[in-house]
């Protein structure tokens, strides 16, 4: 979202000046990214998605199986509750009750906000990322472009011509420090 809003005003910045000092606006250089391509085409950043769904995979087993003892606690409980005295099915409903905090304690563990799962993510992908980032930096620069765009990202780009996408550019600028796809074996979608 915030990424978002920063590209919105980042656009909405540059239209401004381009209607207000058109022979600046001419000068800039644009080009646009679509970093999903990019990613694809990356080996690397498929063995880590792989590594996370197998991590995200253990740990969901591991929280099915607590609910299913879970389940099978509130399904025997319910079956016998007539016939239980009332000390009994407060400690059957504590049971219950502690288990499902277990449950979510669980879950929060694994997959909440600052959990495994983010920290596995963080671990695996954000250095993949940050090399395509300076990949993107560096062909910037180099090329003197005032904007990068993602195709993929949340920004609509109506048209972009194919001469302005430095994808595959920016492939082979992270091929300098990591595995990619070799550009004649790259498919675009």
Known sequence: MKKQMITVALVTLFLTIGLTNNATAQSQKYAYVDSEYVLDNIPEYHDAQDE?????????????????????????????????????????????????GEMKTLQQKYFGPQGELYKKRKELI?????KVYNAIESLAKTNNYAFVFDKSGG??????????????????????????????????K
């Open 52 to 100: 996370l769904n197998s991590w995200s995979e253990k740990w969901q087993k591991e929280i099915d199986t607590l609910y299913s003892q879970i389940d099978q606690l509130y399904k025997k409980y319910q079956a016998e509750k007539v016939l239980l005295p009332d000390e009994v099915k407060k400690k059957r409903e504590d049971e219950i009750v502690k288990k499902e």
């Open 126 to 130: 954000q250095p993949i990322q940050e």
């Open 155 to 188: 920004v609509t780009i109506l048209y972009a011509a194919p001469k302005y996408d430095i994808s595959d550019d920016v492939l082979d600028e992270v091929g300098t420090v990591m595995q990619t796809v070799r550009r004649d074996s790259r498919k675009k």
